[in-house]
């Protein structure tokens, strides 16, 4: 006679019902959450109407100053000017080898 209280089926039950408490809790802190952002979101908002009747909008903006269009560069000389730095790499010293250590 197989029944609910044999072998295995009393564990798969204990697991089952762990994994419905665990799901609800995850489902309780999710919804938690969510009231909480809504509420400060409601709180924010109300408090930044207060604070600009109270204050008033003090935004400015400024424009940008009015400049001159500028005048066109000089032509640059049709002659190409070598670089300053020399491009060559300097010549490596060579290595002397360290002589090994005297026991």
Excluded: C, W
Aim: no cysteine.
């Amino acid at each position: 006679m197989n029944n609910f209280f044999d072998g295995g089926h009393i564990g798969f039950a204990i697991g089952a019902l762990l994994y419905g408490l665990f799901i609800l809790a995850l489902v309780a802190v999710a919804l938690v959450l969510a009231f909480l952002l809504a509420r400060f979101l409601l709180v924010a908002t109300q408090a930044a109407k207060i604070y600009v009747a109270k204050n008033g909008t003090t935004t400015t903006t400024l424009a940008a100053p009015v400049t001159e269009p500028a005048t066109p560069a000089a032509e640059a000389p049709s002659s190409v000017v070598p670089p300053a730095v020399s491009t060559t790499k300097p010549v490596a010293k060579p290595r002397t080898p360290k002589t090994p250590p005297v026991e």
